[in-house]
């Protein structure tokens, strides 16, 4: 069965820290992908990957950066988080650029104090 | 500026009748159109694809019509349940990315 698995459900930091959220898939998938969520918003493209070491930025990368140094790996990263930056954070991996469907790991709601 | 419109933000319905949710866009021309379901707290989930030389696809009790001159999609639950009650996306290709719409959740009474 597919799997696609974020390192936390619920992250509570503070303004200023440097924020790590993990995602691992076990589908041997070559792209990678990280939204975030806000009510009303939708699903908003943050980064996503279409090979180990290939990061390209989608509609709101400003705060973020990510690294993919493993194909089954994709993490970002928030380099001094911000108070609005509290969101879900949702990872997802596909097999075909963006025909075929994603899957989507549990996400990560994330709180900035 | 490219759009996707959800009809509405929630759509109560009793059980056993049909679900009619419309996915509107603007400035985009997909090949591809998705659905997703979405339970509070959790991650979406694919349902169904229809691609843009195809008008409709049905699984189960889930049907999706597609039609790129009015650049609309239908989703309909029939018979629905009270286990359908969850939030639906709509999802266009573009670009080789998905972009989504902001969804329409829907609760079903018993």
């Given at each position: 069965d597919v799997k696609v698995t974020q390192s936390s459900r619920y992250l509570v930091k503070r303004t200023g820290e440097k924020v790590f959220l993990e995602c691992v898939q076990d589908m041997d998938h070559e792209n990678m992908f990280w939204y975030r969520q806000d009510p009303g918003l939708g699903l908003r493209l943050i980064y996503f990957s279409y090979?180990?070491?290939?990061?390209?930025?989608?509609?709101?990368?400003?705060?973020?950066?990510?690294?993919?140094?493993?194909?089954?790996r994709f993490s970002l990263i928030l380099e001094s988080a911000s108070t609005n930056q509290t969101s879900m954070y949702l990872c997802a991996s596909s097999h075909d650029r963006g025909r075929e469907t994603q899957y989507f790991g549990p996400g990560t709601r994330l709180l900035v104090l | 500026s490219q759009k996707i419109e959800q009809n509405s933000e929630a759509l109560n319905?009793?059980?056993?009748?049909?679900?009619?949710?419309?996915?509107?866009?603007?400035?985009?021309?997909?090949?591809?159109?998705?659905?997703?379901?979405?339970?509070?707290?959790?991650?979406?989930?694919?349902?169904?694809?229809?691609?843009?030389?195809?008008?409709?696809?049905?699984?189960?009790?889930?049907?999706?019509?597609?039609?790129?001159?009015?650049?609309?999609?239908?989703?309909?639950?029939?018979a629905s349940q009270p286990a359908d009650s969850a939030t639906y996306l709509c999802a266009l290709t573009n670009d080789y990315k998905l972009s989504f719409g902001a969804g329409t959740t829907v609760t079903v009474r018993a």
């Open positions: 090979d180990v070491k290939m990061k390209e930025k989608g509609d709101i990368p400003e705060g973020y950066s990510v690294s993919r140094e493993k194909k089954e | 319905i009793q059980e056993g009748k049909t679900a009619t949710l419309t996915c509107n866009y603007t400035n985009y021309s997909p090949a591809y159109l998705q659905w997703y379901r979405q339970d509070p707290g959790r991650g979406p989930v694919f349902l169904l694809l229809i691609r843009e030389n195809e008008k409709e696809k049905r699984k189960e009790r889930l049907k999706v019509t597609f039609d790129t001159t009015l650049k609309q999609s239908l989703f309909h639950i029939t």
